[in-house]
């Protein structure tokens, strides 16, 4: 995954007429840790990448993805894991506004923190297995397998509620096919 994210970083900033100083200024995420990004022996975090996408007006899709396969088996396919989640995307849409999903594990004794979309992106959380709850800190609902919620487009919290993770489908809808 290392060579495609480097690959992805440096086609998008140099795609944008942006220098490896200017990336790291607007996004807050240090120049030696974005140049070991795009030499390929740097391992982001989650968060690091939101920043980098946010910055680059992408979806993360767009720096983790490789084409994915017709089949695509239990487990595998391009990781996208934090201290709070595991993950992968499972599939990628492009036909008018772009819609990547995402299966999400909900680590127990966890929170997932975001920082909230891009402008005009939404994330929609659908679960699958276990219970959570989501939504802006402090003002989160509790979902149960079924259950489908539209994430705020500002900072939001998701946590799973038993002693067992959560499993869910996360689909992020990108404005105008980004």
């Keep these: 995954m290392e060579d495609t994210v480097a690959a992805n970083i440096r086609r998008l900033r140099e795609a944008r007429q942006m220098s490896l100083s200017e990336l ?21 975090t989650l968060q690091t990448l939101w920043s ?31 201290e709070s989640t595991r993950g ?12 990547d999903v995402y299966e999400v594990t909900f680590l127990a004794g966890r929170v997932h923190e975001s920082s909230g979309g891009m402008p005009g992106m939404t994330e929609r959380l659908y679960v699958v ?13 509790r979902l149960s397998p079924g259950d489908t919620y ?26 105008g096919g980004a």
């Design 88 to 99: 992968r995307v499972i599939a990628r849409i492009s036909a008018g506004s772009g819609v």
């Design 129 to 141: 297995s276990g219970e959570v709850t989501a939504g802006m800190p402090g003002a989160e609902v």
């Design 150 to 175: 539209l994430l705020p487009g500002e900072p939001y919290v998701v946590r799973a509620l038993s002693a067992d993770d959560a499993v869910a489908l996360m689909m992020i809808t990108r404005p």
């Design 52 to 82: 980098i996408a946010g910055t680059l007006g992408c979806a993360l899709g767009d720096l983790i993805h490789e084409q994915i396969p017709r089949l695509l088996p239990a487990g595998e396919g391009v990781r996208v894991d934090s």
């Design 24 to 44: 790291s200024r607007r996004s807050g995420v240090g120049k030696s840790t974005l140049s070991s990004l795009e030499s390929g022996t740097g391992n982001p």
